[in-house]
């Protein structure tokens, strides 16, 4: 069993995260969602997940991780802004671990200054943002670079799950159901 963190902050892509988390929760990994302020009740963009923060970044060690997911939606623009997190993720890819962000994930990637010269995807919006850093970004549903594995958008979480059991040496079903559809109470 891996350790898995998740960075997370208000208005994630509900699916971006739910996917690949319950898919990382099948296999069998720990995963723990952290944020900017420990125990926040986060709402995902849809109103149809939601999540708590089980810790801080500033009260973690990069190293306690194997993998490092990062969904996107809103999540990603609210979090560069927090200097504990930011700092988390380039600390992160000083360690040569995988990686993962989903759609506008990327953002962090950029603001730790962790993308130059990689090759990523993103959600076309921040395609821009990301050749500005020095990224080559590529209109695809997946890449894989290093230990980058980046996914455009909702279309790709099946292939970008299995990229991410791949990478931590587990294999586990596709067969979800798609419960996550269904509103939170």
């Known amino acids: 069993m891996s350790k898995i963190a998740v960075l997370l902050g208000p208005d994630f892509e509900d699916q ?16 723990v969602v952290l944020g900017s302020t420990l125990g926040d009740t986060l709402h995902g963009r849809h109103r149809r997940v939601i999540a708590s923060v089980q810790n801080t970044a500033d009260h973690v060690q990069p190293n306690d991780f194997a993998i490092l997911l990062i969904p996107g939606g809103y999540s990603p623009d609210h979090l560069r802004t927090d200097h504990a997190i930011v700092d988390f993720v380039s600390q992160f890819a000083t360690l040569h671990r995988p990686i993962a962000a989903i759609g506008h994930g ?10 130059a010269g990689k090759k990523l995807t993103s959600f076309p919006s921040i395609k821009r943002d990301l050749l ?5 970004w590529l209109d695809q549903a997946v ?6 594995i980046t996914a455009r958008d909702v279309d790709g979480l099946d292939a970008f799950s299995s990229a991410l059991l791949k990478r931590i040496g587990r294999s586990v079903s596709l067969g979800l159901d798609d419960t996550w559809r269904q509103p939170v109470n």
């Open 106 to 115: 990327p953002q962090l990637l950029i603001e730790a200054e962790v993308v």
């Open 132 to 136: 500005n850093a020095g990224a080559v």
């Open 16 to 31: 971006q995260f739910k996917v690949p988390y319950d898919h990382l929760y099948q296999a069998r990994h720990d995963v």
């Open 143 to 148: 890449c894989i670079d290093g230990e980058l």
